[in-house]
């Protein structure tokens, strides 16, 4: 468990947020298992998710992508998911979240896909980055097409530090995020179902969700101001289980 420390600022932190990130051995990611998941509990503090987002901006650099990549991101609602997506954009990439892969999906206008379904993305032109969703995986656990990217197997020998200063992704100053409108579930359901801001946390309904534009952003917006993102392994925060309930509670968050 990380030891909840405190920061003491005379007034607003200047520094990016990156930067304030880096400092807090607070949590910054917490996600709870659901009923089939091997892993149990996972927290990243500001610090551990940022050596994320470094090794990831590092792993995106070696691949040639760089400030001004374009890059589709087609990946479940998930700690790894906004780890990887706060690498890229990190990295100056612009970011297209995807609920459902296109039919075509070589039509998609982009550098790269960051995705953990890479079989349904191998006629994109771009490079395509495989992302498991486990913490401790080596490799990713599913067949690769012979082009793809594994980033569980690269990501781990990249550097801690990432060369390029650290930008200001506050959210008033967040580069745009684009978003696929195609829904993954037949319908858009509004981010106040699953998605619930709080003085203490933002709490997430992240069950069968892929991330989206609004949840990238609340989870920058939690951050900016050193407050956690909880994610449940529920489907909405009207129809929580016991479970998922009491994960809220010992949070200090309600739905």
Known sequence: MVCLGSLSFSGP?????????????RPAV??????????????????????????????????????????????????????????????????????????????????????????????????????????????FSGDLPAHAVDLSAEVRQQADQFLLPAPDLSP?????????????????????AWIVEQSRGTAVAAGGRRLDAALLLTAITAWDTLRPVVLVPAESLSELDETSTQALTDEGLTA
């Open 172 to 192: 008033a100053t967040l580069p745009a995020l684009a978003q696929d409108e195609r829904p993954d579930d037949g319908s858009v359901t509004s981010a106040s």
């Open 30 to 139: 917490v996600q709870y298992p659901g009923a089939a998941d091997a892993e149990g509990r996972i927290e990243l503090s500001g610090r551990v998710l940022v050596n994320w987002a470094a090794k990831t901006a590092n792993l995106l650099d070696v691949e040639g992508l760089s400030s001004g990549s374009r890059m589709a991101v087609d990946l479940p609602a998930a700690w790894k998911s906004l780890a990887v997506s706060l690498g890229a954009l990190w990295s100056g990439a612009e970011l297209t979240l995807i609920r459902s892969v296109p039919d075509s999906p070589d039509a998609v206008p982009t550098d790269a896909v960051l995705t953990d379904r890479p079989e349904q993305w191998v006629d994109h032109p771009g490079v395509l980055i495989a992302v498991s969703s486990g913490a401790t995986d080596t490799e």
């Open 13 to 25: 932190d200047p520094r990016p947020l990156i930067d304030r990130l880096e400092a807090s051995p």
